[in-house]
């Protein structure tokens, strides 16, 4: 009965997927994504510990003041204490929440889901408006890493809809009884 489908003209071995194909290579990204997440909103949340920005303060003052590397934890950890407890609270919330969106996308998508494909177009492409905006709005210096974001979520848009779209157009197929 499995007779090997090269030989036999058997149309599954056409439609098995590669292992790494377009759905596999965005759900890595995803992953790689929600790993961000995962260490930004573990530092966040370690900035709620008033010791640890003291010790920050202390390590910095270390730092010969023409530093780059003092400036920046200087303007990093003031801006940080003007955030307050409660926003950084919302802020841990929010990122913890963003997260599990991104890693439903890349689960769903790693698996192949239809569903997981949809979502994705929904929730990246309702993310290019916003891109766009800060493409247009952010000083010159500060644009590349925005249009690698825009770029990158505009051709995952596009493979996802171009995808979806010729699955809808394939006609369907109903096994014989």
Do not use: C
Not at 110 to 115: D, H, K, N, P
């Amino acid at each position: 009965m499995h007779a090997n489908s090269k030989t036999t003209g058997d149309s599954t071995a056409a439609a098995t997927p590669r292992k790494i194909d377009g759905l596999r290579l965005i759900a890595l990204l995803k992953f790689g994504k929600a790993l961000l997440l995962i260490a930004t909103s573990y530092g966040v949340h370690k900035l709620l510990n008033a010791a640890l920005v003291e010790r920050l303060y202390t390590w910095s003052a270390d730092l010969s003041d023409d530093r780059f590397e003092r400036k920046l934890l200087m303007r990093a950890l003031s801006w940080v204490e003007t955030l307050g407890a409660k926003k950084i609270q919302i802020f841990l919330a929010v990122t913890i929440a963003y997260t599990a969106l991104v890693l439903t996308e890349a689960i769903g998508l790693w698996l192949r889901r239809a569903w997981a494909e949809w979502f994705t177009v929904i929730a990246t492409g309702s993310l290019i408006p916003f891109e766009l905006w800060e493409l247009v709005t952010r000083p010159p210096g500060r644009r590349l890493a925005i249009g690698i974001t825009l770029a990158l979520n505009v051709a995952i848009v596009w493979y996802l809809v171009r995808l979806l779209r010729a699955k809808l157009a394939a006609p369907a197929h109903y096994p014989s009884a």
